[in-house]
C-alpha cells in the first residue's frame, strides 16, 4: 500500500493496527463491519480500481444479499460524507468511481510510511547506524497492534498480512542489527534475546544473538544460542540451521576474527553498461572548501519552501550566493536516497540534461526521445532531493525534464540554481538576497573570515569593521564581490584598499557610490574588473585565457591549450586571489572558474586569441580520442573512464566547435567510451551527424579506418538504444570501410566486431571467417586486447555452432590472453560466457567454477551491469541445481539491484527472460514473491555474499564426487539446453557488448 498523490481533502489511512482513516488530522466515523472492510479492500488495491463485482464477492462471499449492487452503493456514499463532507460524488478525489469500480486515493498511509522507513533504515545500516536505528525506531512506532486486524483471516487480505508480518520481523532484527553496529553489543544482545523469544524459528535473529555475545566475549553462550537454535528447529520442523546460521556456528567455535566489528566494504560501482557507477551511494555532495558564513536564515527559508513544495528554484545575479545556499540546504536534509547535485554550467545541448542527471546519479543513462520519462521511471519510487545548479544555460532542457520528472516521482523534489525561473507548474522562486549590512553583519563577517585565511596574522580593530562595511555595501553585499575583494588582503592593507577610493579603479567607482543605483550584476561585474586590474600583466592574459575550458581544466590541459612556460605559477597565484577554485586534491588536481568570472573573462578575452585558443582545445582533445581507445581496453580503464567523465564539458564545446572532418576523427576516437559508458544519446548525437557531414573519400584510407570505427559505434550504440534496424546499416558500413582501410588495428577490430553481431544472429559461419581473419591480424599485430576481443568471438560462435569444447578452449585462451594485457572486460566476458557453455555441457560445477570467476572480477573493478548479468545466470543455474527458491532470492536481488540503477540484465542477455518465465513455473506464487522479496532485502554486497556461499556448496559436492540435490534440475536438457537466444551473444556481461 503505497502512497498516492491526493488533491483537496487530505486522506490519511491507517491499518497497522485497528483500522484508522484520518481526514485532515481528525478520525472519521467509518460505520460498521461492512464499510470498515470496503476501506480495508480498497486501501489494499493501493489507488487502483476495483471492480463492482470484486467488491460484492469480497465483502459477502457467498453469503451476497440480493441487493448488493445497491448496497455497495449506499456504503460508498456513505463513507464518502465521511471522507470528503460537502463534496458530491461527481466532485470525489478520495473515494472516486472509476470505469467499472471504486478506488481509494488517500494522501498517505501507516503502510507506505513503515515500508519507506524500514528499507531507510536497511540502506543506512553500514553507512550511519545512529540514522538506521532512528529510522527503524520510527517505523516500529507506527505499529498500534496487528496489520489489518479486523479482516486479517479474510482471504484477499491473507497475503498481505503474511507480507507486513515479514516485514514487521525483519525490520525488528534491523533494529537490532542497528544496535551490532553501533558497537552496543549488550543491548544488541537484549534485543536479540527478545526476538528469538517472540519467533523462536526465524534464524536471523538467533545469529544476530551469536554474535552479539561473542563480541561480548561470551563464545559459550554464542555456541550455546546456535545449538538451541538447531533443537528447535529439528524438533518443530524436522530442519537443519540454514548455510547461514552454520556458517557463523563454525566461526564462533574457531573465533574467527572476521566476527570482529570492521568497516563495511564499499558496494561496488557500476553503470549501464559494464562501466562503473555506484550502487549504494546516497549522495556526491561536495565537501564544503570554507565555512559558510551567516545565511541561516536563508537557509531555513528554502529548507521550509521545499518542504512544502516540490520544485523551488534559487534566483538572483551571478555571485549572489545561489549554488553554495543550495548545497547548504541539501546538506542539511535527510532524503532517505540522497541529495544530489547536477552541475550544467558546461552543458551546451539541451536535450543532453537526462543523460548527465543519471551520470551524476550513478544510473544506466537513458537514451532516446523518451530520455526523461526513462529516467524517471528509475525514479519513480526513489526519496531525494535533485539539486540542478546554473540551469540557464539550459532552461528550456532543465524545465522539460523536471516537468516530467516530478510528474512521476511523488518522493523528489528539486531545488535549482537559475537566473531566471523554470516556469514549471508548481515551482516556487527564492530570490537569493544580498548579505545584511553594518559593521556587525553577515557582509563583514564574510569578509573577516576570507580576508583571515589569505593573511592569518590580520587583526581588524573596529574602526576596520566600519570601513569593511563600506566597502561590502559599495559591493550590494554580494558574496562573490566580498570574497574577491576580501582576498586582496593577502597583498593589500586595508588601507590600500581604501586608498583605491581616489585612483580611478572600478572599486574605487565603487567606493565613491558611482554605481550605488545601478543594477546588482554592474556591481558583480566591477568588483570582478577590480580584481582583474589588480592582476599583473601575465596573471590578466591567463585568467581570460582559461575561460575557454568548459567545466574546469588540469593543469597538463592549461600548459596544453595555452601554451606558455608560466602556466602553473600564474594558476597558483589566480588561487591565491581566488579568481581559480582548486576543485580536487591529489595528483590530478582540478581548477575551475567560477561561472560569474568565467563569463567575465571570457568578455574580455580577444576574439582572435578566442578562435586560437578554441583551435588549440579541439587539438588536444583529438589528442584525448586518440588515447581513449586503448586506454580503456586495458589496465587503464578506469582512470580514463574517470578522466575522460571529468572532461565531458571540454570535449563536448571542442566537438561543437571543430571541423566536420576533425569532429569526425574525435567521435570516432571516443566511441567505445560512450558505449561502456552507455551515453547513447550524446555518442550518437555526434557520430551519426558527423557521419553524413562528411563525405567519404573513396581514396583515403585514414578517412576509411576513421569512418570504420566511428560506424562501430553507431553499430554499438544503436544496439543499446533498440534500434536493430540502425545496427544492420551501420555494420554494413563497417565492414565496407574495413575492408579499403590501410590500418591493420582497425581491420582487425572491425572484423571481430561485424563477427560479434553475426553470430548473436545465427551466421556461424560468417562469423568464424570473420573472427578468425581478426585474429589473424591481431596476432601479426601483436596486439594483445584485440587478439583478446577475437578469441572471445571465436569462443561464442562455436558455443553457437554446438562446439561445446572447442568454445571453452577458445574462451580459456581469451581469458589469458585478456589477463596478461589487462584487458578486464574480456576476462569477465569470456568467463560468464564460458559459464554458460559448461552448463550446455552439464557440468555444473565448472558452470559455477567460471562463473564465480567472472562474478568476482566484475566486483572487483565495480563492472556493475555485468555482475546483475552474472547473478542472473547464477540465479538460473541454481534451479538447475534443483534449488528453485534459492534461485528465486538471487533473482530479487538482481531486481532491486537493477532496478535501483535503471537497468534491465534481460535488455542484454535474451536468455535471461526464458530462464525467469522457467523458474517462476516451478515455485509456488506464494514461495516466489517470500523468496524474491527475502532477495530485495539484501545489499549488494550481500547478494555478492550469497551467490560466493551457494556456489561453493556447488563446488564443494562436485568435489565429493556428487552430482547435488538436483542433478541437471529443470532445464538440465545437456548439450543445447542453453543455446543463446538471438541476440545473446551480443550481451556478453559487460552490460553493453
Known amino acids: 500500500m503505497g502512497d498516492q498523490d491526493g488533491r483537496g481533502t487530505g486522506v490519511r489511512v491507517e491499518v497497522l493496527g485497528p483500522l484508522r482513516v484520518l481526514v485532515d488530522g481528525q478520525e472519521a466515523a467509518l460505520g460498521g463491519p461492512v464499510p470498515r472492510a470496503l476501506v480495508h479492500r480498497l486501501a489494499l488495491a493501493d489507488g487502483a480500481m476495483v471492480t463492482d463485482t470484486a467488491l460484492q464477492e469480497d465483502l459477502w462471499g457467498e453469503d451476497q444479499p440480493a441487493s448488493a449492487a445497491t448496497t455497495l452503493q449506499a456504503h460508498v456514499a456513505r463513507l464518502r460524507r465521511a471522507l470528503e463532507p460537502g463534496r458530491s460524488a461527481r466532485d470525489a478525489t478520495a473515494l472516486v468511481r472509476r470505469g467499472p469500480g471504486y478506488a481509494l486515493v488517500a494522501t498517505s498511509s501507516d503502510a507506505a510510511d513503515f515500508e519507506r522507513l524500514a528499507a531507510r533504515g536497511r540502506t543506512l545500516l553500514t553507512i550511519d547506524p545512529t540514522a538506521a536505528a532512528e529510522a527503524l525506531e520510527q517505523a516500529l512506532a507506527l505499529w498500534r497492534g496487528p496489520a489489518l486486524a479486523e479482516v486479517a483471516q479474510r482471504g484477499w487480505a491473507a497475503p498481505e498480512v503474511r507480507r507486513l508480518e515479514h516485514l514487521l520481523a525483519a525490520a525488528r532484527e534491523d533494529r537490532v542489527a542497528a544496535e551490532l553496529e553501533r558497537g552496543d553489543d549488550a543491548a544488541a544482545s537484549a534485543g536479540a534475546s527478545a526476538l528469538v523469544a517472540a519467533e523462536p524459528l526465524r534464524e536471523r535473529g538467533w545469529e544476530l544473538l551469536a554474535l552479539a555475545l561473542h563480541r561480548q566475549g561470551r563464545r559459550t553462550e554464542a555456541l550455546a544460542a546456535l545449538d538451541q537454535l538447531a533443537e528447535r528447529l529439528a524438533d518443530e520442523l524436522g530442519a537443519d540451521p540454514g548455510p547461514s546460521a552454520t556458517a557463523l556456528r563454525a566461526a564462533v567455535e574457531a573465533s574467527d576474527p572476521a566476527l570482529q566489528r570492521r568497516e563495511a566494504a564499499p558496494a561496488p560501482r557500476g553503470d549501464g553498461s559494464g562501466g562503473r557507477r555506484p550502487i549504494a551511494a546516497t549522495s556526491n555532495l561536495p565537501a564544503p572548501a570554507s565555512a559558510l558564513v551567516g545565511r541561516e536564515r536563508e537557509v531555513a527559508e528554502v529548507a521550509a519552501l521545499l518542504r512544502e513544495h516540490r520544485l523551488v528554484t534559487l534566483t538572483g545575479t551571478g555571485g549572489a550566493g545561489k549554488t553554495r545556499l543550495s548545497l547548504e540546504v541539501a546538506r542539511r536534509r535527510e532524503d532517505a536516497d540522497g541529495p544530489w547535485l547536477v552541475e550544467l554550467a558546461s552543458l551546451a545541448d539541451a536535450r543532453l540534461v537526462p543523460e548527465v542527471v543519471a551520470t551524476a546519479l550513478g544510473l544506466v543513462p537513458p537514451g532516446g526521445a523518451s530520455a526523461s520519462a526513462a529516467l524517471a521511471a528509475v525514479l519513480h519510487h526513489r526519496e531525494l532531493l535533485l539539486v540542478l545548479d546554473n540551469c540557464e544555460h539550459v532552461v528550456d532542457g532543465a524545465a522539460a525534464f523536471v516537468e516530467v520528472l516530478l510528474a512521476s516521482c511523488p518522493g523528489v523534489r528539486v531545488l535549482a540554481t537559475s537566473r531566471e525561473p523554470l516556469l514549471v507548474a508548481g515551482e516556487r522562486t527564492h530570490e537569493v538576497p544580498v548579505l545584511s549590512g553594518g559593521p556587525d553583519g553577515e557582509a563583514v563577517a564574510l569578509f573577516v573570515d576570507r580576508a583571515r585565511a589569505a593573511s592569518p596574522a590580520w587583526e581588524p580593530t573596529r574602526e576596520d569593521l566600519e570601513r569593511v562595511a563600506e566597502v561590502c555595501a559599495a559591493l550590494d553585499g554580494l558574496p562573490l564581490a566580498v570574497e574577491l575583494a576580501a582576498a586582496q588582503i593577502r597583498v593589500l592593507t586595508l588601507a590600500d584598499v581604501a586608498a583605491l577610493a581616489d585612483d580611478g579603479s ?256 545465427g551466421q556461424v559461419e560468417a562469423a568464424r571467417g570473420h573472427g578468425q581473419a581478426a585474429l589473424a ?217
Open 777 to 993: 591480424i591481431s596476432e601479426a599485430l601483436g596486439h594483445a586486447a584485440t587478439r583478446a576481443e577475437s578469441l572471445m568471438v571465436l569462443g561464442e560462435v562455436e558455443r553457437q555452432d554446438g562446439d561445446l569444447d572447442a568454445a571453452v578452449e577458445r574462451l580459456e585462451a581469451a581469458v589469458a590472453e585478456a589477463d596478461a594485457c589487462g584487458y578486464s572486460w574480456v576476462g569477465l566476458s569470456s568467463r560468464w560466457t564460458q559459464s554458460k557453455v559448461e552448463a550446455s555441457r552439464g557440468r555444473l560445477g565448472a558452470a559455477w567454477s567460471a562463473l564465480l570467476d567472472s562474478l568476482e572480477r566484475g566486483w572487483a573493478v565495480g563492472e556493475t551491469t555485468s555482475w546483475l548479468v552474472g547473478l542472473s545466470t547464477a540465479s538460473h543455474l541454481l534451479h538447475r541445481d534443483g534449488r528453485p527458491e534459492e534461485a528465486a532470492r538471487l533473482a530479487g536481488a538482481v531486481a532491486w539491484q537493477a532496478g535501483r540503477i535503471g537497468y534491465s540484465p534481460a535488455a542484454m542477455d535474451a536468455d535471461l527472460d526464458r530462464y525467469a518465465v522457467e523458474l517462476a513455473a516451478d515455485v509456488a506464487p506464494d514461495a516466489y514473491a517470500a523468496a524474491a522479496a527475502s532477495g530485495r532485502d539484501l545489499t549488494a554486497a550481500q547478494a555478492m555474499d550469497l551467490v560466493r556461499r551457494l556456489g561453493e556448496e556447488v563446488l564443494a559436492v562436485e568435489a565429493l564426487g556428487g552430482n547435488g540435490p538436483g542433478g541437471n534440475g529443470p532445464g538440465g536438457d545437456g548439450p543445447g539446453g542453453d543455446a543463446p537466444g538471438e541476440q545473446a551473444v551480443v550481451a556478453a556481461p559487460a552490460g553493453r557488448s
Open 506 to 761: 572600478s572599486l574605487g567607482t565603487l567606493l565613491r557610490g558611482g554605481r550605488r543605483t545601478t543594477s546588482r550584476h554592474g556591481t558583480m561585474q566591477a568588483a570582478v574588473a577590480w580584481s582583474y586590474d589588480r592582476l599583473t600583466p601575465a596573471e590578466r592574459e591567463v585568467f581570460c585565457d582559461l575561460s575557454v575550458f568548459s567545466g574546469g581544466f588540469t593543469l597538463d590541459a592549461a600548459r596544453r591549450v595555452l601554451d606558455r612556460p608560466d602556466v602553473v605559477p600564474v594558476v597558483a597565484d589566480l588561487v591565491g586571489r581566488s579568481l581559480v577554485v582548486a576543485s580536487r586534491p591529489g595528483a590530478q588536481r582540478r581548477f575551475h572558474l567560477l561561472e560569474p568570472l568565467r563569463q567575465h573573462a571570457a568578455e574580455r578575452l580577444d576574439p582572435a586569441r578566442r578562435e586560437v585558443l578554441a583551435g588549440r582545445r579541439v587539438e588536444w582533445v583529438a589528442e584525448l580520442a586518440a588515447h581513449a581507445d586503448p586506454s580503456m581496453r586495458g589496465r587503464l580503464a578506469a582512470l580514463e573512464t574517470d578522466r575522460l567523465h571529468d572532461e565531458a564539458g571540454n570535449i563536448r564545446a571542442a566537438l561543437s566547435d571543430g571541423d566536420p572532418a576533425v569532429v569526425l576523427r574525435i567521435a570516432s576516437g571516443f566511441f567505445w567510451f560512450w558505449y561502456r559508458e552507455g551515453l547513447v544519446a550524446e555518442g550518437l548525437g555526434h557520430l551519426l551527424p558527423a557521419l553524413a557531414a562528411v563525405a567519404p573519400d573513396p581514396h583515403g584510407e585514414p578517412d576509411a579506418a576513421t569512418r570504420a570505427r566511428a560506424w562501430s559505434g553507431a553499430a554499438l550504440l544503436s544496439y543499446l538504444a533498440g534500434d536493430l534496424a540502425g545496427v544492420g546499416c551501420a555494420l554494413v558500413q563497417v565492414g565496407e570501410h574495413a575492408a579499403r582501410c590501410d590500418d591493420p588495428l582497425v581491420q582487425a577490430q572491425s572484423l571481430a566486431l561485424v563477427a560479434y553481431f553475426e553470430a548473436g544472429g
